[in-house]
């Protein structure tokens, strides 16, 4: 049973920017640890960012570092990766995640998931 609802995926230039949203239940937006992950053919899916439940702390992966932010609109219970400077190696189907840990140590550890949303980025 799908628990997290995302959109925003798309097609997009190199350089181009996108944002993807999720939205959570509220029993899970207003505890977990929220963030996303990525996977692209042939690669296992890799942690992408984060935001921490406890005190809404940042987490990224060194390769969107710079170019991505994770945020949250508490009102609305939606969880956001806006995407700048995108690259074709960014390309892959994005998976909204919530951990029910409050306090986040260098990444997510997801019991919940969205379905994908596919980003592809052209050269």
């Known amino acids: 049973q799908v628990q997290l609802v995302e959109s925003g995926g798309g097609l997009v230039q190199a350089g181009g920017s996108l944002r993807l949203s999720c939205v959570a239940p509220?029993?899970?937006?207003?505890?977990?640890?929220m963030g996303w992950f990525r996977q692209s053919p042939g690669k296992e899916r890799e942690f992408v960012a984060a935001i921490s439940a406890e005190d809404a702390s940042l987490y990224y992966t060194d390769s969107v570092k710079g170019r991505f932010t994770v945020s949250r609109e508490y009102a609305k219970r939606v969880v956001y990766l806006q995407m700048n400077l995108l690259k074709p190696e960014d390309t892959a189907v994005y998976y909204c995640?919530?951990?029910?840990?409050?306090?986040?140590?260098?990444?997510?550890?997801?019991?919940?998931w969205g379905q994908g949303t596919q980003v592809t980025v052209s050269s």
């Open positions: 995640a919530a951990d029910p840990r409050r306090v986040v140590i260098r990444q997510i550890y997801p019991t919940e």
């Open positions: 509220a029993r899970v937006f207003t505890t977990y640890s």
